[in-house]
């Protein structure tokens, strides 16, 4: 199995910078992405940001030009600095792994991690 351990969440004021980690351990055969997504009461969980082992990045409109995702493949770890926080971040913050396990594509998610920015 494959697990996702979350680190990083907490309780920031609007403005502030946060920074979430995630490492993943365990028996993958081959990592095709990682990232995060995030959910906030009443609201589906959405993208924030991926990366792919080719170095290839995605960011939801919302978070682009505040939010940085950083990939170390040698780790198996991914990070997401938050800068200039606003209220509207608020959410618990989820890493997922893609990969390929046994000849097949799998989905890993973190338990989460609650991300608050107060106004």
């Known amino acids: 199995q494959v697990q996702l351990v979350e680190s990083g969440g907490g309780l920031v004021q609007a403005g502030g910078s946060l920074r979430l980690s995630c490492a993943a351990s365990?028996?993958?055969?081959?990592?095709?992405?990682m990232g995060w997504y995030r959910q906030a009461p009443g609201n589906q969980r959405e993208l924030v940001a991926v990366?792919?082992?080719?170095?290839?990045?995605n960011y939801a409109d919302s978070v682009k030009g505040r939010f940085t995702i950083a990939r170390d493949n040698a780790k198996n770890t991914v990070d997401l600095q938050m800068d200039s926080l606003n209220p509207e971040d608020t959410a618990v913050y989820y890493c997922k792994l893609v990969g390929i396990r046994n000849s097949d594509i799998a989905t890993y998610w973190g338990q989460g991690t609650q991300v608050t920015v107060s106004s």
């Open positions: 990366a792919t082992s080719g170095g290839v990045t």
């Open positions: 365990g028996s993958i055969r081959s990592i095709l992405s």
